[in-house]
T-cell receptor
Framework: GQNIDQPTEMTATEGAIVQINCTYQ??????LFWYQQHAGEAPTFLSY??LDGLEEKGRFSSFLSRSKGYSYLLLKELQMKDSASYLC??????????WGAGTKLIIKP | GAVVSQHPSWVICKSGTSVKIECRSL??????MFWYRQFPKQSLMLMAT?????????EQGVEKDKFLINHASLTLSTLTVTSAHPEDSSFYIC????????????FGPGTRLTVT
């Protein structure tokens, strides 16, 4: 079956760095997405990885290892506004997104 | 660019009535649109995939006669919740795939439905 695993909740301190891990199993693979979702709002796109390696975009970076079925989202210089749920989603061979349950990130001052 | 709108943003209706939610891609053409439902503190659950000009594909467990989906044009898909019940109260989110870029999905702002 198809499956996405990510931690349910993480806590970090303002100004610090946090890494949110995601492992996936899908029928075929067309890339790995990370979305940010604030409470009561729709998800917003953060990153897309289809090749192995690290993609950096400002304070956020995303890493993919296709052989390990593994990705992580790295958030640097954490700000209070980064408190949100972070959703990992893998795209299968039919270009359908398989969603993880999301990681709730709590930022403390 | 790549903006998706939903209307209404929130709606309250009485049990037994029907509610229509619109999803529009404002500045791109979307051959495929997706309808999701999200209950509090839970992840997105795909309800159906809507393809322009053809019948929607529903996920297992989603009643196609209760959740009517119409995708009549490349910029508009509608979801109608028929004979709504309180358990249908949820956050409904659509996303649209840009036909020019296979992997990109853009989300609408969501519609909060409350059935009393």
């Amino acid at each position: 079956g198809q499956n996405i695993d990510q931690p349910t909740e993480m806590t970090a301190t303002e100004g610090a760095i946090v890494q949110i891990n995601c492992t996936y199993q899908t029928s075929g693979f067309n890339g790995l997405f990370w979305y940010q979702q604030h409470a009561g709002e729709a998800p917003t796109f953060l990153s897309y990885n289809v090749l192995d390696g690290l993609e950096e975009k400002g304070r956020f970076s995303s890493f993919l290892s296709r052989s390990k079925g593994y990705s992580y989202l790295l958030l640097k210089e954490l700000q209070m506004k980064d408190s949100a749920s972070y959703l990992c989603a893998a795209m299968d061979s039919n270009y359908q997104l398989i969603w993880g349950a999301g990681t709730k990130l709590i930022i403390k001052p | 660019g790549a903006v998706v709108s939903q209307h209404p943003s929130w709606v309250i209706c009485k049990s037994g009535t029907s509610v229509k939610i619109e999803c529009r891609s404002l500045d791109f053409q979307a051959t495929t649109m997706f309808w999701y439902r999200q209950f509090p503190k839970q992840s997105l659950m795909l309800m159906a995939t809507s393809n322009e000009g053809s019948k929607a594909t529903y996920e297992q467990g989603v009643e196609k006669d209760k959740f009517l989906i119409n995708h009549a044009s490349l910029t508009l898909s509608t979801l109608t919740v028929t004979s709504a019940h309180p358990e249908d109260s949820s956050f409904y989110i659509c996303s649209a795939r840009d036909t020019q870029v296979d992997y990109e999905q853009y989300f609408g702002p969501g519609t909060r439905l409350t059935v009393t």
